[in-house]
């Protein structure tokens, strides 16, 4: 009786095994789902969903922009990293996914392990702002006032242990100047917050505040590159503010799942990399405020490696907990 069961069970595994080789020679097959691990409106659901139409066609099935926030992204992207890989569930991630290691110890995943870095769009820096009706209309300016006036100056990020506040924390010890933090919940709350003037400083992201700028509420006065941002060209850098040895940039992913077939993973990159070169959603993705500069897998896992551990080392040197 085992003999004949055990003789059925390998049955089934050999039937069982080309269906699985079917699968994967067919894909995709079904609805694919691409998880944004944040509310609405951000930097991330805006390109998730440029990219749908365009990987629908190219791809010949539905794609479903599915919005999981939470805990910094890492509750959606727990779920992708617990999906099953068989190309069907896929992740849109921001820099907070190099933080989050550091900053969440109990994600229940793990950030480099579980998950497949399959191809970065791009960075952009952050820019340091000051609204319209405070004093600043240079760095220099903030540097002098915060220096006359200790702990009096306020910056606004969307959160602690955000990529802005990381970076602020840098660049004060390295200007020996000090400022006041004052975190919100989120790039929408400090966008509302920024155009009114409830801040003196907001820094976020071009994509977060670029209406305010444009508009004229909000003055640019620093760029948190070591170099300027093309999207940016007539804001300066920190290096050329005399600021050195800080490159700042926040990062936009596309991920699935660990251990996903080669054959998807190429085929997936493919239709992303052609979406890509259409001149109409190239130029949207760079309006905004994205550096568009597309790396697989051989770019963006070394990449992010360098980015959790830099923002690491900050978070732990300066004791940084989230809100």
Do not use: C
């Not at 095994?17 to 994967?24: G, L």
């Not at 769009?121 to 319209?132: I, K």
């Not at 004060?172 to 509302?192: D, E, N, S, T």
């Not at 597309?294 to 900050?314: H, M």
């Amino acid at each position: 009786m085992f003999t004949k069961r055990a003789m059925l069970a390998g049955a089934s595994a050999l039937l069982a095994t080309p269906q699985i080789s079917r699968a994967q020679g067919t894909w995709p097959n079904g609805p694919i789902r691409i998880v944004v691990p944040f509310p609405p409106g951000g930097s991330t659901d805006a390109l998730a969903r440029l990219l749908q139409p365009h990987l629908q066609a190219d791809l010949g099935v539905s794609i479903i922009v599915e919005n999981r926030g939470g805990a910094s992204g890492s509750l959606g992207t727990a779920q992708v990293a617990r999906a099953a890989p068989d190309g069907n569930t896929w992740l849109i991630v921001f820099d907070t996914h190099a933080v989050n290691p550091s900053l969440i110890p109990n994600m229940g995943f793990d950030t480099e392990r579980d998950l497949t870095s399959l191809l970065l769009f791009g960075t952009a820096p952050m820019v340091m702002t000051a609204h319209r009706t405070r004093p600043y209309r240079s760095f220099a300016e903030v540097v002098a006032a915060a220096k006359a006036r200790p702990d009096t100056v306020t910056y606004g990020t969307i959160g602690n242990g955000s990529l802005a506040h990381l970076t602020m924390e840098l660049v004060q010890r390295a200007g020996g100047f000090k400022l006041v933090h004052v975190p919100y919940r989120g790039g929408g709350p400090l966008a509302i917050a920024a155009a009114a003037g409830e801040v003196d400083l907001p820094v976020a992201t071009r994509p977060a505040l670029g209406v305010h700028i444009d508009a004229g509420t909000l003055v640019s006065l620093a760029q948190t590159s070591a170099t300027r941002s093309p999207n940016i060209p007539d804001v300066p850098s920190l290096t050329e503010l005399g600021i050195t040895g800080i490159d700042s940039r926040a990062f936009w992913g596309f991920l699935g799942p660990a251990r996903l077939p080669d054959a998807i993973k190429a085929r997936m990159e493919g239709a992303i990399r052609k979406a890509l070169e259409v001149p109409e959603l190239r130029q949207r993705i760079l309006g905004l405020g994205i550096d568009l500069n597309p790396q697989g897998e051989a770019g963006f896992v070394p990449f992010l490696s360098a980015q959790i551990a830099t923002w690491g080392r900050v978070v732990r040197e300066n004791n940084i907990r989230p809100d």
